[in-house]
């Protein structure tokens, strides 16, 4: 699901947004490249201190979208290149994976897991 160029974006700093769709229509969060875990072929774990209105959305409608990028790797013709992931959410507040999470980012209150079904470079 993740390819290299993928890998080598989150190498690099940037900001991800992370877009959900609940009664109250879209709504667009921040975090940071460097935040995202990736723990098997389809899944990636985010730490989450806030994004209140992200979990009211995703427990309304479990599907999100994110995109993140870097300017510092070669994208199709230029400089610079960016991803769209989507798949499904959800906050996870306990287990292995929350501890694992915990022990990386002290800060987390929840963690955001997401199923990605589709990883598709955008630039």
Same mark, same amino acid.
């Given at each position: 699901?993740?390819?290299?160029?993928?890998?080598?974006?989150? %190498? @690099?700093?940037?900001?991800?947004?992370?877009? =959900?769709?609940?009664?109250?229509? !879209? @709504?667009? $969060?921040?975090?940071?490249? $460097?935040?995202? =875990?990736?723990?098997?072929?389809?899944? #990636?774990?985010?730490?989450? !201190?806030?994004? #209140? %209105? *992200?979990?009211?959305?995703?427990?309304?409608?479990?599907?999100?979208?994110?995109?993140?990028?870097? @300017?510092?790797?070669?994208?199709?013709?230029?400089?610079?290149?960016?991803?769209?992931?989507?798949? =499904?959410?959800?906050?996870?507040?306990?287990?292995?994976?929350?501890?694992?999470?915990?022990?990386?980012?002290?800060?987390? *209150?929840?963690?955001?897991?997401?199923?990605?079904?589709?990883?598709?470079?955008?630039?």
């Amino acid at each position: 699901m993740f390819n290299e160029k993928f890998l080598e974006v989150l %190498k @690099h700093e940037g900001v991800v947004s992370i877009v =959900t769709c609940g009664s109250e229509g !879209a @709504h667009v $969060s921040n975090t940071w490249n $460097s935040y995202i =875990t990736i723990v098997d072929e389809n899944k #990636i774990l985010i730490p989450a !201190a806030a994004m #209140i %209105k *992200t979990e009211k959305n995703i427990n309304e409608n479990s599907n999100v979208k994110l995109t993140l990028g870097s @300017h510092e790797v070669m994208g199709y013709r230029y400089m610079g290149t960016g991803f769209l992931l989507e798949g =499904t959410a959800k906050f996870l507040k306990e287990g292995d994976e929350f501890n694992m999470m915990k022990e990386k980012f002290s800060f987390l *209150t929840r963690v955001l897991e997401i199923t990605v079904t589709s990883c598709k470079q955008t630039l």
